[in-house]
């Protein structure tokens, strides 16, 4: 199981040898491509083979590229996730209305249930409202306690002058955090054979990533958690690799201990079950203790 995060972060060569990624910077390192799970080039400084490039591809290695500032500005998504994609993508579009719209609602409460579950653990008296929010929830979330949720949770946890839109270091690193957790659901998508494109309540027709946005929803609050706890005078590399480093948490998952990485794919294929099967029973979230 791949379960490594390479974080290649100053000037290098990347290239490929006999199933290793090899890594040519003051010294040369090599890693089995069998143990990476994510590959995030931090730097601009280096230069990557197309050689290697087609091998992570094959080996459904989520390669994320990052800008100037080192903030993740794309990545690399395979066509061909599986075996099947051509039976899979055709599945997708049929999937039942009925079916997305109950698996939007299970995922919407979920994500409500764990923002409160962390304002509770904080001891914030707004975990109340949510808690009313959370009754309040009907098909589809058509009287959006999402949004509403969201609003009072940010500012329970940041203050009440934040909002998602300003420019400082809270959305700078929930921005970034976000980033990382997107890569590895749209990673686990192509990996199972679905389009990213085609999502369940997201349907911005400029998102690439709707249905990546739509399943994330619940580990969202796995980022917040860890910036809460940060002091954040600065969001450097330090500050990033913790963020990154959130992937090789463990949390629980269907009765058993996994990697937050591991976790997401057992999580993305119930949802696929779900949807195929059009029964939102079968998906399966997962705990944390806070």
């Keep these: 199981m791949s379960w490594r995060i390479v974080v290649?972060?100053?000037?290098?060569?990347?290239?490929?040898?006999?199933g290793y990624l090899v890594v040519r910077s003051e010294e040369t390192t090599k890693i089995h491509l069998g143990e990476i799970s994510t590959l995030l080039i931090e730097s601009t400084a280096v230069s990557i083979t197309?050689?290697?490039?087609?091998?992570?591809?094959?080996?459904?290695?989520?390669?994320?590229?990052?800008?100037?500032?080192?903030?993740?500005?794309?990545?690399?998504?395979?066509?061909?996730g599986s075996h099947d994609t051509s039976n899979k993508v055709r599945k997708q579009v049929q999937w039942l209305p009925s079916s997305?719209?109950?698996?939007?609602t299970e995922?919407?409460?979920?994500?409500?249930r764990k923002q409160k579950e962390l304002l509770e653990y904080?001891?914030?008296?707004?975990?109340?409202?949510?808690?009313?929010?959370?009754?309040?929830?009907?098909?589809?979330?058509?009287t959006n306690r999402e949004g509403h949720a969201a609003k009072v949770y940010f500012n329970a946890l940041f203050g009440l002058d934040f909002t998602r839109t300003a420019d400082h270091l809270i959305n700078a690193a929930l921005n970034y955090g976000y980033t990382i957790i997107l890569s590895a659901f749209n990673r686990e998508i192509t990996a199972s054979g679905y389009l990213t494109q085609l999502g369940l309540f997201h349907d911005n027709m400029f998102n690439q990533f709707n249905l990546a946005s739509d399943l994330m929803e619940p580990y969202r609050i796995l980022i917040d958690r860890t910036i809460v706890g940060m002091t954040?005078?600065?969001?450097?590399?330090?500050?990033?690799?913790?963020?990154?480093?959130?992937?090789?948490?463990?949390?629980?998952?269907?009765?058993?201990i996994q990697y937050v990485n591991n976790a997401i794919k057992i999580y993305c294929k119930s949802v696929f079950d779900a949807l195929n099967e059009n029964d939102s029973s079968l998906i399966r979230f997962y705990q944390i203790e806070l």
């Design 107 to 112: 995922i919407v409460t979920e994500k409500i």
């Design 100 to 104: 997305k719209e109950a698996v939007w």
């Design 50 to 80: 197309t050689a290697l490039l087609s091998e992570l591809t094959k080996k459904k290695i989520k390669v994320v590229f990052c800008d100037e500032k080192r903030n993740p500005s794309s990545e690399l998504v395979s066509y061909y």
């Design 232 to 256: 954040l005078e600065n969001f450097g590399h330090q500050e990033k690799m913790q963020l990154v480093d959130i992937l090789n948490q463990e949390i629980r998952i269907d009765g058993k």
């Design 122 to 142: 904080l001891g914030k008296e707004e975990s109340e409202l949510l808690d009313s929010y959370l009754k309040e929830i009907v098909w589809k979330d058509e």
């Design 8 to 18: 290649i972060s100053r000037r290098a060569k990347l290239d490929y040898q006999l």
